[in-house]
């Protein structure tokens, strides 16, 4: 059976969507690594495998084996928990694919089932679930320590809001140090520079990928942190990153992320290809 594939990004965060509503493909850490790959590969961020819950074996409980799941992996092959600017992509995909009826639906993710709704025009709103603070941190990059706070969004952040420093200025080709007691797991970590009381710039350098164009669980971290610069838990924010611009919403239960969901191209994986990655 042909192997088919998408391509899309939500603000140039970009993956590779895998249709496997049966959970049949043997998607290892090899195939994930060279699918991703820009020069050997289609080159992406992360594979969203489009999968029903019942056909994973690591579903979380609760989740209704008819829903859809994002079964998301980082470009370097590791399992995140969820991923925004994914689901945003992966909703539009299910939405105008008709594998759903209607604009609102949830989608499941390793964080839990997170509610959409897609908008005429494309965009997509994802409630995100609770911010969680985990509590001050630093992060260290090229010597210089950078304070930030700890969030979880499903998965772990720490955002480090900037006062004097110059955001273009950071050297994210490599990972920021951080405290491995903090987070076991590895973190994303978010660099913010306001340039108002509800609209920022944000960098990212994600766990298992590298510095992105985006990230969309990182401009909700973003947000929070640039919030609790402004002594507030609750409110709203319009987020720059390099690859575009999203709008954050947070309240004391939950969290909103706004934004768009492109398709790039849609084609078959060469057959001969798949089966030498092993
Ligand atoms: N790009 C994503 C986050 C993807 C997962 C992340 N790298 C992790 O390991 O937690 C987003 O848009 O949220």
């Not at 991923?83 to 009826?101: E, P």
């Amino acid at each position: 059976m042909a192997i088919t594939f998408l391509k899309g990004h939500g603000t140039e965060n970009d993956f590779v969507l895998l249709p496997d509503p049966d959970g049949g493909l043997d998607l290892t850490v090899a195939r994930v690594r060279a699918l991703c790959d820009r020069a050997r590969g289609l080159g992406a961020d992360g594979v969203l495998r489009i999968v029903r819950a019942k056909a994973l074996a690591d579903a979380p409980a609760g989740i209704d084996g008819d829903v859809w799941f994002m079964d998301y992996r980082n470009a370097d092959g590791s399992i995140a928990e969820t991923c925004g600017n994914g689901v945003r992509v992966f909703a539009r995909y299910l939405h105008d694919t008709g594998l759903v009826d209607g604009p609102e639906f949830p989608v499941g993710s390793r964080a839990g089932l997170r509610p959409v709704v897609v908008h005429p025009d494309g965009t997509v709103t994802i409630d995100m679930g609770p911010v969680r603070r985990l509590g001050n941190s630093v992060a260290v990059v090229d010597g210089a320590t950078f304070a930030g706070i700890g969030i979880d969004v499903g998965n772990p952040h720490l955002a480090c809001v900037l006062d004097s420093v110059d955001l273009d200025s950071l050297d994210l080709t490599v990972q920021p140090e951080f405290d491995t007691t903090l987070f076991p797991n590895g973190v994303n970590v978010e660099f913010v520079a306001p340039v108002g009381p509800d609209e920022i710039h944000l960098r990212v350098h994600e766990r298992g990928v590298g510095e992105t164009r985006s990230c969309g669980t990182g401009t909700v971290a973003a947000t929070a942190a640039a919030l609790a610069a402004q002594g507030e838990t609750t409110g709203s924010c319009t987020v720059h990153i390099p690859g575009g611009t999203v709008h954050v919403t947070i309240s004391e239960t939950s969290s909103t992320l706004t934004g768009p969901a492109v398709f790039v191209a849609r084609g078959e994986l060469d057959q001969a290809w798949w089966d030498a990655q092993r």
